[in-house]
């Protein structure tokens, strides 16, 4: 369950660009609610992703995921339960690492990292069988750069590398 309480987020605080993005927002989404955010440019609807992502500090207020407090972890801790994916297909990979090392970097959020990363062997069947349920053909390109893939071909591995453990946001 996610619970906002009264976030207020504030850019260029204390200024004569002073900007109140959120104002004393609250809300809460319990276990498998699906919901949609809508308005205008400017609104605030990237403001309040990012603040309960983590890449925005929030002025006031508090963010809870199943009662745990999070409003002030940073957003590498987040990661591990939040799954995101950005409107940019440039955003949420790397593009001089392998396709197979991006899934390998997703599917180990949140974990402890061993000593040098590399991709397991053993993790290699997984991440085709994943690959090929997407139906562009990556899983036979596994050793290929993120940034020789097409923008859609990008998003799609994007989607699948915040889903690939199923994130509890």
Known sequence: MLEIKNVSVIFNKDTINERRALDNVSLVLND??????????????????NAI?????????????????MTYEKEHKRSKY??????DPLKGTAPSMTIEENLGLAYSRG???????????????????ECEKLGLGLEHRLKAPVGLLSGGQRQALTLLMATIETPEL
Do not use: E
Request: glycine share 16%.
């Open 82 to 87: 939040i799954g995101r994916l950005f409107q």
């Open 53 to 69: 992502a983590g890449n925005v500090t929030v002025d006031s207020g508090k963010i809870y995921n199943n009662g745990y407090d």
């Open 111 to 129: 974990k402890k990292m061993r000593m040098g990363f590399g991709v397991r062997k053993s993790d290699r069947p997984f991440f085709k069988k």
């Open 32 to 49: 498998g609610d699906f919901v949609s955010v809508i308005g205008s440019n400017g609104a605030g609807k990237s403001t309040l992703l």
